[in-house]
């Protein structure tokens, strides 16, 4: 086990948080209490050591979220490693496209994906992000502009978008809440 990854726990407004990075990359932000972050950590520790610590994509993350929460930072701008499939992958890198303040349907996803019938699996996507906040998967709402799901709870969900909209402005798909 050649690769070692560092792990570090953040405070943010809206509960603690761990973030898990290669010396290039963030490969996991999560809050602490989320059901799935022992199994994603143990996944990630089939490939490498994880050991608590800092190095300069923490660093960077730590940075930004503060700037994020304080509502001047609108995008992230750490070096991200994002593990999954081709398909997951894909349908990360268009949760990166959505502005803040801004939220698009499931529907709309799988569209931008170049799938539209593929909602249900772009919202699964959505469920196995290992990157809160960053990949901003809380930006996903149902058809009319109900919540959906949020792996870290809907109150979280509702105080991103509220921060985000206040902070940044943006355009809301359908009615939010």
């Given at each position: 086990?050649?690769?070692?990854?560092?792990?570090?726990?953040?405070?943010?407004p809206?509960?603690?948080?761990l973030?898990?990075?290669?010396?290039?990359?963030?490969v996991?932000?999560?809050f602490?209490?989320?059901?799935?972050?022992?199994?994603?950590?143990?996944?990630?520790?089939?490939?490498?050591?994880?050991?608590?610590?800092?190095?300069?994509?923490?660093a960077?993350?730590?940075?930004?979220?503060?700037?994020?929460?304080?509502?001047?930072?609108?995008?992230?701008?750490t070096?991200?490693?994002?593990?999954?499939?081709?398909f997951?992958?894909?349908?990360?890198?268009?949760?990166?496209?959505?502005?803040a303040?801004t939220?698009?349907?499931?529907l709309?996803?799988?569209?931008?994906?170049?799938?539209?019938?593929?909602?249900?699996?772009?919202?699964?996507?959505?469920?196995?992000?290992?990157?809160?906040?960053?990949?901003?998967?809380?930006?996903?709402?149902?058809?009319?502009?109900?919540?959906?799901?949020?792996?870290?709870?809907?109150e979280?969900?509702?105080?991103?978008l509220?921060?985000?909209?206040t902070?940044?402005?943006g355009?809301?798909?359908?009615?939010?809440?």
């Open positions: 086990m050649a690769l070692t990854l560092t792990s570090t726990r953040l405070t943010t809206i509960g603690p948080m973030g898990v990075a290669t010396e290039e990359a963030l996991l932000l999560e602490e209490e989320r059901r799935e972050l022992a199994r994603e950590l143990e996944d990630l520790a089939r490939d490498a050591a994880i050991v608590e610590g800092a190095n300069e994509p923490l960077q993350l730590e940075r930004e979220l503060g700037e994020y929460f304080a509502g001047t930072l609108a995008e992230f701008r070096p991200l490693e994002l593990r999954g499939t081709a997951q992958r894909g349908a990360w890198r268009e949760l990166l496209r959505i502005p303040g939220t698009i349907t499931y709309q996803l799988a569209h931008a994906v170049g799938n539209p019938k593929s909602f249900r699996a772009v919202a699964q996507a959505n469920g196995a992000n290992r990157i809160a906040v960053v990949v901003p998967c809380h930006r996903v709402v149902n058809t009319g502009g109900g919540l959906g799901g949020y792996a870290a709870g809907l979280r969900k509702r105080w991103l509220e921060h985000e909209r902070f940044f402005g355009r809301v798909a359908g009615r939010l809440f």
